[in-house]
């Protein structure tokens, strides 16, 4: 009776460790490798969020969403670096948090350029004071 207590006890603990270290090592998949789900631009995504949230939030969210339009500003500051798409003036943007694998790639790219990224969407935000922000993560840019 202990033995086979011993054994269910040491199999847990082997699984456990298995999966912890499946968890650590796990890393996220290279979007340049899949089709976009949708394909729009940036003034057109960013008005869907403004419109209905919960209805876009549904077309988007979770789903690899290819953007184009104008940079209007590059966050290089941190890891990740972040381009914001959209209308120069406007307070909303698209929120590209780029993917640190193809650095090499968006460091050629400076405001006010016409560029296509390609991201997993998270969702938007809308304030009064700050207009409306949709967020695409682990982002490539498409040729």
């Known amino acids: 009776m202990k033995k086979a207590l011993v ?6 603990i082997a699984i456990a460790v298995w999966y912890g270290y499946r ?3 796990r890393t996220n998949k290279d979007l340049k490798a899949f089709a976009a789900d ?3 631009d940036a003034p057109s995504l960013i ?4 419109k209905d949230s919960s209805k876009a939030s549904k077309t988007y969210t979770d789903k690899i969403v290819s953007v184009t339009g104008n940079v209007k500003k590059i ?5 990740p670096v972040i381009l914001f798409l959209g209308s120069q003036g406007e307070m909303s943007s698209v ?6 694998l193809h650095s090499a790639d ?9 560029v296509t990224v390609k991201g997993r969407c998270t969702g938007g935000e809308s304030s009064d004071l700050f207009g409306t922000d949709v967020t695409l993560n682990f982002c490539v840019l498409e040729k």
């Open 23 to 25: 968890e650590y090592t």
């Open 95 to 100: 929120k590209c948090s780029m993917d640190s």
């Open 47 to 50: 008005d869907a969020f403004q």
């Open 75 to 79: 966050d290089s500051d941190g890891n």
């Open 106 to 114: 968006y460091k050629l790219v400076k405001p006010g350029t016409n």
């Open 7 to 12: 054994i269910i006890f040491v199999a847990i």
């Open 38 to 40: 949708i394909k729009t």
